[in-house]
């Protein structure tokens, strides 16, 4: 009975991640505003918290929810359901938002638009399979060593570099990049469901 | 185009994660621009991001969605209003920057790069260093540097280490060092653990990109180059 309550907890995330990920690409189609509510719902709660993460102040942390929030309608038509899911396009755009907005500059960015090979025919399986991997993925970045889990916090809710990473902890810059790379590599092979999740591997 | 020296896994993910300097991001995407395989790795990346931002508000219990995900109905009042005012995105495309030419060394200038200098490798305000060596500052910034660099052939970088990461993008030519040959499209992805002596080969002009992460060491790299002409 111990093991069934994660297993459903995490069919139903996937569940739902899949219902987020079709919701957004029907919006980009039909500019339809009560998906848009759902989806702001459902997301701008999740893009505040990640921004404050990054060490935003409250209030401007509000604004530039709003603008990554605005983005998601402005730039709809940029999401791509068979390249990502719904979570990981709005991180996207949240983490390009706070970025710009601390550094004055631009991130640059690879640009989609330039892109060849057009649009690509949308499946069901395709936005399902997109969003059973980000749950994966959740769940393997719970199993990481701690130490591991570590620099992928710093880096991504602490937007910090190799080198900051390396005099805060104390360690050789190398350290910190192999510790980097483990971790990558243990959640890339998660996404391409080649590790099997769980205590025992 | 045939590109065989990629991104390191540590500099991919530190800048999908939003982590990089400046210069450095650029670098990177502008290798991503052109090559295939490391945008593939980034949307890879890119969903360990999206698994960060599901899981950044609690809500593992069971009736979450009630509770955790509230929204402030003013908030949303106002992005709603915004929405009516937007004007409906155009057809996606970029425009080239106002008197570049789009035909000729177009392709050379990554399109993230292009934001920067414009169009042209050829176009470039180049300052000149020494005999054989012109830099061009992209931008400076106090979490590193960022300049394009053009050596002539058959010139040689001295010997240097490094104090951070380093990140090389080959725009034009081709360089060869302990590392292996680098050409048009390549990155060469080097941090402290690592000491080279590029060597400009074949007849034309290098030309590459080069962002750094940590502050004021250019100076050194600057007086490395500078080396071969005084002699040291
Ligand atoms: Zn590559």
């Not at chain 2, 991001?25 to 360990?48: K, N, P, W």
């Not at chain 2, 995900?69 to 009042?77: F, G, P, Y």
Request: with cysteine.
């Amino acid at each position: 009975m111990v093991n069934v309550v994660p297993i459903r907890k995490n069919s139903m995330t996937a569940i739902q991640s899949k219902v987020w990920s079709a919701m957004l690409a029907e919006m980009a189609v039909t500019k339809d505003k009560s998906l848009y509510i759902q989806l702001y719902q459902h997301f701008a709660p999740k893009v505040k918290a990640y921004i404050t993460r990054l060490g935003v102040m409250e209030a401007t942390a509000e604004e530039l929810t709003q603008e990554a929030m605005l983005n998601m309608w402005r730039k709809s038509h940029l999401f791509q359901p068979e390249k990502s899911a719904a979570s990981t396009w709005l991180f996207t755009l949240a983490r390009n938002q706070s970025i710009d907005w601390m550094r004055k500059h631009k991130y640059p960015e690879y640009s989609l638009d330039n892109m060849q090979g057009g649009i690509e025919e949308v499946s069901e399986t395709d936005i399902g399979e997109q969003s059973v991997q980000s749950e994966r993925i959740a769940q393997a970045i719970s199993q990481l060593p701690e130490n591991q889990a570590l620099v992928v916090y710093m880096s991504f809710y602490e937007g910090r570099s190799h080198s900051e990473i390396a005099d805060r902890l104390m360690i050789p810059l190398g350290s910190v990049k192999s510790r980097i790379r483990l971790a990558a590599e243990k959640l890339k092979l998660t996404l391409r469901g080649e590790l099997s999740l769980g205590g025992e591997q | 185009m045939n590109i065989n020296h990629h991104l390191d896994e540590a500099t991919l993910f530190s800048y999908v994660a939003g982590a990089l300097s400046q210069g450095m991001a650029l670098v990177v995407a502008s290798h991503i621009s052109i090559c295939d395989s490391c945008r593939e790795r980034v949307f890879e990346t890119e969903a360990i991001g999206g698994a960060l931002l599901d899981d950044v508000v609690n809500d593992n219990s069971p009736d979450s969605s009630s509770v955790s995900v509230k929204v402030n109905e003013t908030a949303l009042e106002q992005v709603l209003a915004c929405l009516d005012e937007e004007a409906p995105v155009t057809t996606p495309g970029k425009i080239p920057p106002d008197g570049e030419s789009t035909v000729g060394n177009t392709s050379e200038v990554p399109a993230p790069l292009r934001d920067y200098i414009g169009g042209s490798l050829d176009a470039v305000q180049w300052k000149r260093l020494s005999s054989g060596f012109y830099y061009f500052d992209v931008f400076s910034e106090q979490r590193g540097i960022c300049r394009l660099l053009k050596v002539a052939p058959g010139k040689s970088i001295l010997h240097h280490g490094h104090h951070g990461n380093e990140l090389t993008l080959l725009l034009r030519g081709s360089y060869a060092d302990e590392v292996g040959r680098f050409a048009q499209g390549d990155i060469a992805d080097l941090d402290d653990q690592i000491e080279h002596q590029p060597l400009v080969d074949g007849d034309e002009n290098c030309i590459c990109l080069v962002a750094t992460d940590y502050p004021l060491r250019f100076t050194t790299l600057l007086g490395k180059v500078i080396q071969p002409m005084t002699g040291f």
